[in-house]
């Protein structure tokens, strides 16, 4: 090969890497969308009422996640709840689960507390959004 054409050649492979390369960089920005991760474009608190279950499910000084509702619901003490949108408030992602107290976000690693929606531990800064809750005859009902 002469001089001219490997330096061609070489051009055209880097054109090359550098498309793969920004077609990469795209799927990854893809992943941390909210449209993506959020429950298929579902909203992050609900728009109507919604029965979660038995309000004894929920342990007294715990938590409960209902991941596929997007809810944690905490209860501090007895007869006491507190709901929160259980999507990360970074890039959607719904956690996934609850380790002493905090929620956990799967995509990220943000924590949250269960008992207040604060952030404890980034990315994620903002708190979870509070989601109005109530015991209806021993049922939960979150929105």
């Known amino acids: 090969m002469s001089a001219p054409q490997s330096?061609?050649?070489?051009?055209?492979l880097r054109g090359a890497a550098a498309i793969v390369g920004a077609a990469g960089a795209g799927a990854?920005?893809?992943?941390?969308?909210?449209?993506t991760n959020s429950g298929y474009g579902s909203p992050a608190v609900p728009?109507?009422?919604?029965?979660?279950?038995?309000?004894?499910?929920?342990p007294v000084g715990g938590a409960k996640l209902y991941?596929?509702?997007k809810l944690i619901v905490s209860c501090p003490a007895e007869g006491q709840y507190k709901a929160f949108?259980?999507?990360c408030t970074h890039a959607g992602c719904v956690l996934d689960k609850i380790v002493q107290g905090?929620?956990?976000?799967?995509c990220h690693g943000s924590r949250f507390d269960t008992a207040t929606g604060?952030?404890?531990r980034g990315p994620a800064t903002d708190p979870l959004p509070e989601v109005?809750?109530?015991?209806?005859?021993?049922?939960?009902?979150?929105?």
Do not use: F, H, M, Y
């Open 85 to 87: 949108s259980a999507q």
């Open 28 to 35: 990854a920005v893809t992943a941390c969308s909210t449209e």
């Open 118 to 120: 604060k952030a404890l």
């Open 47 to 58: 728009t109507a009422p919604v029965e979660l279950g038995d309000a004894a499910d929920v």
């Open 132 to 143: 109005p809750v109530r015991d209806e005859g021993g049922k939960l009902i979150a929105g």
């Open 102 to 106: 905090e929620g956990n976000c799967p």
């Open 67 to 69: 991941r596929e509702r």
């Open 7 to 12: 330096a061609a050649r070489r051009t055209v």
